[in-house]
C-alpha cells in the first residue's frame, strides 16, 4: 500500500514531535523532580541543623553560667551555708531554668541549695558528682529521682532534667565539693516550637525529635515515641556525617524523609552528642514534585498533539507543489496542454520556523517557571524578605567583599517586643500584617547597599556595609528602626503596639566568621532584652 507524501511526511511529523516531546518532558521533569526532592531534603536537614545550634546555644549558655558561678568568691572561702543558699536563689530567679542548684561538700552531702531542697541529702553515688570530682560535667536527659516528689508540678508531667555541674576548689586547689544543678527538660520544647511554629501550613506533618547519644532513646517528639530507642541509619549518618537528609523506612513501615543533624557542641561546651530528626512522610514531601512531573508530562504530551496538527498542515502545504505537477503531468498523458506553476517554497519554510519558534517558546516557559520556583526557595514567603538559606549565601559575599574593600559591616538581630501578645489578642492573621507592616519600615529605613532577612517568627536580621563610624551610624539606624516599629501599627478596624529590641556585632572587630557574628548578635539581643526591651546593644560592650 502507498502513501501519499502528506500521509507519510504528516506521520513522520507527528512521530518525531511525539517523541521529542515526551523525551523532553521526561528530561525537563527529572531535573524539576530532582530539584525539588533535593531542597525539600536540605530543608529538613536546615531545620535540624537549626534545632541542633538552638540545644547548643542554651545549654553553653547554662553551661557557661554555672562555671562563672562555681568560680565565685562566696563558693571558694569560708562563705556560710546560708549565704550559698541565698546566692543559689537569686541565679534561679533570674533563670528559671535550673529547677535546682546545690552545693556539696567533699563528701557528696548537700550543705546548700535552692530553696533547701535536698540539703542534707547523699549524691555521692549519682553522677551529677562523682562525674564533677575532677572535671565539669554534663549530663544527657533522665528523670528525677530525689526530687521528683519535692519540686511543683502542677502539669502532672513526668519531670525530666540535664544535669550540669562544676568541682570546687579552696584557694590551695583541694577538692571540697561540687556545684550541681538540674536544668528542666522542659526548655527544649520552647526551642522546638520557636523552629516548628513558624513553618507554614503545608508543613503540618513535620515532626521533630531529639535522641539520646547514650541508648539512641528519644528524649523529646511525638509522646508516642518519647522513651523508645531508635534504631534508624539517619542517626548513624549523624554521627558520622554530622547534618544531612535521607529517605528511610521507620518502625511504622512508613517512609519519611528524614532530615538530620548532630550537636556537637559549641565553643567550650563539649556538647551531649544529641542527634535532631526532622521527618516528613515522604507522599506528602514530594507531592509537590510529583505534582510538576505529572503537569510537565501531560503538557509535553498535549503539546505534542498540537505540533503534530500543525505537521499534518505543513505537509500538506510542501507536498502541494508536487500534487499541482501531478496533475499537470496526468494532462500531459492525455494530450493536453500543461503549465508547471513557479514555487519557491520560501513561505512554507518560513510557516516551519514559525511553529518551531512556537515551541522553543512553550519549552522556555516551563524553564522560566523553574527559575521562578528556584527564587521561591530563598524567599520569605509572608514578608517577600530573604530567608536563612538566602541570608548565609549573601552575608558569606559580603563578607568577602568587605574583606577585599577594607570595608565594614554591622549585624543587627533583631526581636520584636509585645508580638506573641498581637497574635494572642487580635489573632494570627493580625499578627502576619504586622510582621508584613514591620518588613516595609525596615525597608524603608536601611539604605540600598543592606541586606534584611526575616529568619523566623519575629526574627529579622540586617547586614549593614559602611566604611567609617560604623558604632554611631549602626546605632542611629537601630533606633530609627525601634522609634518607628514603636509607633501604632493600623490593622482593619484596630491597632497594634509592639516594640523592638535589637542586638549589634561588627565585622571585622568582633569576628570575621559569620555564624559567630551572628551568635554574637543574638546575644547582643538577649541582654537588649534583659535590659527592658526596646533597647539597643553592642557586643563589645557585654566583654
Known amino acids: 500500500m502507498s502513501l501519499t507524501l502528506r500521509v507519510y511526511w504528516g506521520m513522520v511529523f507527528a512521530v518525531f514531535l511525539l517523541l521529542f516531546a515526551l523525551f523532553s518532558s521526561f528530561i525537563v521533569s527529572q531535573i524539576a523532580t530532582d530539584y525539588l526532592k533535593k531542597e525539600k531534603g536540605e530543608s529538613l536537614s536546615n531545620i535540624a541543623f537549626q534545632m541542633t545550634d538552638k540545644l547548643d546555644q542554651y545549654m553553653w549558655s547554662r553551661y557557661s553560667e554555672v562555671s562563672i558561678l562555681s568560680s565565685l568568691e562566696a563558693f571558694q572561702a569560708d562563705a556560710s551555708n546560708e549565704e550559698k543558699r541565698q546566692l543559689l536563689n537569686n541565679v534561679q530567679q533570674q533563670i528559671p531554668s535550673f529547677s535546682w542548684m546545690g552545693v556539696s561538700d567533699n563528701n557528696g552531702v548537700i550543705t546548700a541549695s535552692t530553696n533547701g531542697l535536698l540539703e542534707g541529702q547523699d549524691i555521692s553515688k549519682r553522677p551529677v558528682f562523682y562525674e564533677a570530682r ?6 544527657d536527659v533522665h ?12 502539669a502532672g508531667r513526668k519531670l525530666e532534667f540535664v544535669d550540669i555541674s562544676m568541682p570546687l576548689h579552696n584557694e590551695n586547689g583541694d577538692f571540697e565539693g561540687v556545684l550541681a544543678t538540674h536544668l528542666s527538660w522542659e526548655w ?17 506533618d513535620v515532626e521533630v525529635f531529639v535522641i539520646s547519644s547514650e541508648d539512641n532513646r528519644v528524649v523529646l517528639g511525638p ?9 534508624l541509619n539517619s542517626i548513624t549518618k549523624a554521627k558520622q556525617y554530622g547534618t544531612g537528609w535521607m529517605v528511610e523506612e521507620w518502625q511504622t513501615d512508613q517512609s519519611y524523609l528524614t532530615g538530620y543533624s548532630e550537636a556537637a557542641g559549641y565553643r567550650d561546651y563539649p556538647g551531649i552528642q544529641w542527634t ?48 499541482e505537477i501531478s496533475n499537470q503531468a496526468q494532462l500531459f498523458s492525455t494530450g493536453r496542454d500543461m503549465h508547471f506553476p513557479a514555487y519557491t517554497g520560501i513561505k512554507e519554510i518560513e510557516e516551519l520556523s514559525s511553529s518551531l519558534q512556537l515551541m522553543i517558546k512553550t519549552m522556555s516557559t516551563t524553564e522560566s517557571n523553574l527559575l521562578k520556583m528556584e527564587g521561591m526557595a530563598y524567599r520569605d514567603s509572608l514578608t517577600g524578605l530573604p530567608n536563612r538559606i538566602l541570608l548565609e549565601l549573601s552575608a558569606s559575599q559580603m563578607i568577602g567583599e568587605a574583606q577585599l574593600d577594607g570595608d565594614k559591616l554591622a549585624f543587627f538581630y533583631m526581636d520584636l517586643d509585645g508580638f506573641k501578645q498581637v497574635n494572642d489578642t487580635l489573632g494570627h492573621h493580625a499578627g502576619d500584617r504586622t510582621l508584613q507592616y514591620v518588613a516595609d519600615i525596615i525597608r524603608r529605613q536601611v539604605p540600598d547597599s543592606a541586606f534584611v532577612s526575616r529568619v523566623g517568627g519575629d526574627e529579622f536580621i540586617i547586614l549593614l556595609p559602611y566604611s567609617e563610624k560604623g558604632d554611631k551610624v549602626a546605632l542611629n539606624l537601630a533606633h530609627q ?17 509592639i516594640g523592638c529590641s535589637i542586638g549589634i556585632s561588627l565585622f571585622p572587630q568582633d569576628e570575621s566568621d559569620f555564624h559567630t557574628l551572628i551568635s554574637y548578635a543574638d546575644q547582643a539581643l538577649y541582654a537588649s532584652k534583659n535590659k527592658g526591651k526596646g533597647q539597643v546593644t553592642f557586643y563589645q560592650t557585654l566583654l
Not at 528523670?143 to 502542677?154: D, H, I, K, R, S
Not at 535532631?276 to 507522599?283: D, I, T, Y
Open 134 to 139: 575532677e572535671h565539669a560535667f554534663v549530663g
Open 143 to 154: 528523670e528525677a529521682l530525689l526530687l521528683a516528689e519535692l519540686l511543683p508540678n502542677p
Open 188 to 204: 527544649a520544647e520552647e526551642v522546638q516550637s520557636s523552629i516548628i511554629d513558624p513553618l507554614t501550613s503545608n508543613e503540618d
Open 223 to 231: 509522646d508516642s515515641f518519647v522513651g523508645r530507642p531508635l534504631p
Open 276 to 323: 535532631v530528626l526532622v521527618r516528613e512522610p515522604e507522599e506528602t514531601a514530594f507531592e509537590t514534585a510529583q505534582s510538576l512531573s505529572f503537569v510537565i508530562l501531560i503538557s509535553g504530551i498535549l503539546s505534542a498533539a498540537i505540533f503534530a496538527l500543525i505537521g499534518w498542515i505543513i505537509a500538506g502545504k510542501i507536498a502541494k507543489p508536487l500534487n
Open 481 to 497: 528602626i525601634i522609634q518607628e516599629i514603636s509607633k501604632p501599627i493600623p490593622l482593619d478596624g484596630s491597632s497594634a503596639q
